[in-house]
């Protein structure tokens, strides 16, 4: 006896509507899950043979994360894209990660990538959030910098400075000496949001350091100006932040070039830049993430 299609089809939606069901909470879920990478990035790192073309007519590399197996030259931890309302990741988990990697090694400086609100009428718990982070790493001496993202816009960088406790590095360098004894200039660059974009060349920094770029937006790294930075630390993508299975992104960022790319995550070589895309701590808009869990990173550079 065959089974009517009616109830073949009742069947089939109602596995549709269990699916659709078990991935929104799986959605909700993941915004409250993170991990703590460990990302090791050195100029003469391996790239591979899959090169990715972008809209600019150049090539970029995708890089694996290999440890050099060397002590690094300097040791970073570095968060992006808190944004304060859809942020399920406490301050005190990040200060437990800072405060135990410290002790393992010393970390040489802890960088912000931007993105402390969605909507500024939150700035205060924002500012709340990055002040704490600020009170441990003034007490292990660790160096505090910042980078603000497209959603800061209208936060003024004297208040950020002032209630965060954190020092601003937009258009200017500043010399970090690594705990292996190299230093590094760490330089970054304002972001002026989506709207009316306007990209601002690298600050200059002096020769014979190797330079650490800091951007919100991984697409600064196309407008860097005469100079290109060895290394360069980014956020803003949220790397993709939804996925349907397979990998298959549901809302791609089509004003960016990189991300139009599918360049969302992860490290990258582009011309002789080693490009770090961390993919953030909040979630912008909806609380909801899949397949992007929120991310909090060391990175080791050699």
């Known amino acids: 006896m065959m089974v ?15 699916a659709l069901i078990v991935y929104g909470i799986l959605c909700l879920i993941e915004p409250h899950r993170h991990e703590l990478t ?20 150049e090539d970029i590399f995708p890089l694996s994360n290999d440890a050099s197996g060397k002590d ?9 894209d808190i944004h304060i309302e859809t942020c399920f990741i406490s301050s005190d988990t990040i200060l437990h990660h800072i405060e135990e990697e410290h002790n393992i090694k010393p970390l040489d400086a802890v960088i912000f990538g931007g993105d ?10 924002g500012f709340k959030y990055l ?7 003034r007490k292990l001496d660790i160096p505090f910098m910042a ?10 960088d004297t208040d950020v400075e002032k209630e965060c406790g954190v020092e601003l590095i937009e258009g200017r ?3 970090i000496r690594g705990s292996g004894g190299k230093e590094f200039s760490i330089c970054g660059v304002d972001d002026t949001g989506r709207e009316e974009r306007e990209w601002f060349d690298m600050p200059e920094c002096p020769e014979g350091r190797p330079v650490v770029f800091v951007a919100h937006d ?26 349907l299975p397979f990998g298959i992104r549901i809302a791609p960022r089509h004003k960016n070039v990189l991300p139009r790319a599918g360049i969302l995550k992860g490290i990258f070589r582009y011309r002789n830049t080693t490009l770090f895309i961390s993919r953030g701590l909040g979630c912008g808009y909806l609380p909801i993430r899949s397949g992007s869990v929120p991310e909090l990173s060391v990175i080791e550079i050699s």
């Open 173 to 175: 360098y500043k010399v």
């Open 116 to 125: 402390i609100v969605t909507w500024p009428k939150y700035k205060d718990k």
């Open 38 to 57: 460990h990302i090791y990035l050195s100029s003469s790192q391996q790239a591979s043979n899959d090169k990715i073309s972008i809209s600019t007519g």
């Open 4 to 18: 009517p299609l009616i109830w073949i089809l009742i069947v089939l939606a109602a596995c549709i509507i269990l």
């Open 72 to 80: 690094p030259d300097i040791r970073l931890f570095f968060f992006s």
């Open 147 to 156: 980078v603000t993202g497209n959603h800061d816009i209208a936060l003024s």
């Open 218 to 243: 991984p697409d600064a790294i196309l407008h860097t100006g005469e100079r290109l930075p060895d290394f360069m630390l980014s956020g803003h993508t949220h790397g993709g932040q939804l996925y």
């Open 131 to 137: 002040k704490q982070i600020s009170d441990l790493c």
